[in-house]
């Protein structure tokens, strides 16, 4: 019997079933359907109004079916014969969510919640000598100054004018690092130039181009980039107090090669009015809430977003801005998908197909994180990384993701 239930195991469709995730996303009327060689079972655990089992014994065939009615969550269990459990999973039903595409080139300004340290540097005194107050403190790179002595650090301008003001004395800086709030004592001191000095590099701003994926019009926001903004310098995820949000004009392509990112530049436009404000820069992507109507002139009537169980390896598209023709729509593949039972990033790897893509851009390149994939008339995820060593081919990040993070 034992070794009856350990060559059951090795099945191909009892290990097909073991690769169905813990946890299902479907909407509101959509069925799912499951093929497997044996005869399983799927039965809802208790009655539930959201989701109901059927199976298809046609001409043979086991075809479980779960049907989604109403926005919620069950249990479901997979048995073979209806008597020997296999694998339970929970599925979760959501309404469906009408979004307006993207892929219009943006522009983003961000302004860090306190001042970035950027890397220390060391500060020659009158003496010849050398030191580094902020580094002795046990201050480093990434952290992020909030305050000193209790007054709020939002600029560059008033680190330097609170270190001006401490006539020698010792500074209680209030700092973050790694999420953690923390405190220490840094005493200026006055450099050969005659001016006082911690002995760190800052950065309180930072602005670029991306593009963006969507607007949830229901909500009133946007979600754009489908990765974090970080500092160029060390790599930590720049913490932000505000931003905006513009449109911008693409004036030059840099064509990606193999080992060698491309690049799209841009410009502002409109002047200085913003379309959205920025508040939220996360590892799944930016966000804020949109302060003028955007539409997308491909899709004006908004497109469903897909959950992560309606994507499939094959054919799909990308909508992206690369000249002055505004956004437009380029096809690729699918050619592999990750399941994730909890937000994680690079869910797929797309290949551009478009020989017109192809031609001006190489493929994907930097500028164009954010742009949303279709597939089957939904919005099923965004461009997020591209592979350096080849361009053609880039991550994505499922839109589930990004729509649990907004």
Avoid at 11 to 28: D, G, R
Avoid at 260 to 271: N, P
Avoid at 341 to 363: C, F, H, N, W
Wanted: glycine share 10%; hydrophobic share 35%.
């Amino acid at each position: 019997m034992a070794a009856a239930l350990m060559a059951l195991n090795f099945m191909p469709s009892v290990q097909s079933m073991c690769n169905i995730p813990e946890l299902i996303h479907l909407t509101e009327g959509q069925e799912k359907s499951y093929s497997f060689f044996l005869p399983v079972k799927v039965e809802v655990e208790r009655q539930s109004r959201c989701v109901s089992s059927s199976t298809d014994e046609t001409l043979g065939s086991r075809a479980p079916t779960l049907t989604t009615n109403d926005a919620g969550q069950a249990k479901v269990q997979f048995s073979l014969l209806g008597c020997i459990p296999l694998k339970t999973a929970t599925v979760q039903v959501d309404s469906q969510r009408i979004l307006m595409p993207g892929g219009q080139s943006i522009g983003l300004t961000m302004f860090t919640d306190g001042v970035f340290i950027v890397d220390s540097a060391d500060v020659y005194l009158p003496d010849g000598s050398v030191i580094n107050p902020a580094r002795d403190a046990g201050l480093s790179s990434g952290d992020c100054i909030k305050s000193i002595d209790g007054r709020r650090i939002d600029s560059m301008q008033t680190l330097m004018e609170a270190v001006k003001a401490s006539g020698g004395g010792a500074l209680e800086v209030e700092y973050v690092r790694d999420g953690s709030t923390r405190r220490t004592e840094v005493t200026p001191v006055t450099d050969e130039s005659g001016e006082k000095r911690l002995g760190i590099w800052v950065r309180d701003s930072t602005a670029g181009i991306g593009t963006l994926t969507y607007v949830d019009p229901k909500a009133g926001a946007f979600g754009a980039l489908g990765h974090a903004v970080t500092d160029m310098d060390t790599g930590r995820v720049l913490p932000i107090d505000k931003g905006d949000v513009y449109l911008s004009e693409i004036i030059d392509v840099k064509k990606g090669t193999r080992g060698e990112a491309g690049e799209l530049h841009g410009v502002f436009t409109g002047g200085w009015n913003a379309i959205s404000s920025l508040d939220k820069n996360t590892e799944f992507g930016v966000y804020g809430k949109v302060v003028q109507p955007i539409v997308n002139p491909l899709y004006p009537n908004g497109l469903p977003a897909a959950t992560q169980s309606e994507v499939q390896l094959g054919e799909a598209s990308i909508l992206t801005t690369i000249d002055d023709r505004g956004v437009q729509e380029f096809s690729c593949n699918i050619i592999r998908l990750s399941p994730q039972l909890s937000k994680a990033s690079r869910s797929m790897i797309l290949e551009i197909t478009d020989p017109e893509l192809l031609s001006v851009t190489g493929g994907i390149v930097q500028g164009m994180s954010g742009s949303p994939i279709i597939q089957n008339g939904k919005i099923v995820g965004a461009v997020t990384h591209v592979y350096v060593n080849d361009p053609q081919k880039g991550y994505g990040l499922y839109i589930d993701w990004m729509l649990d993070t907004q």
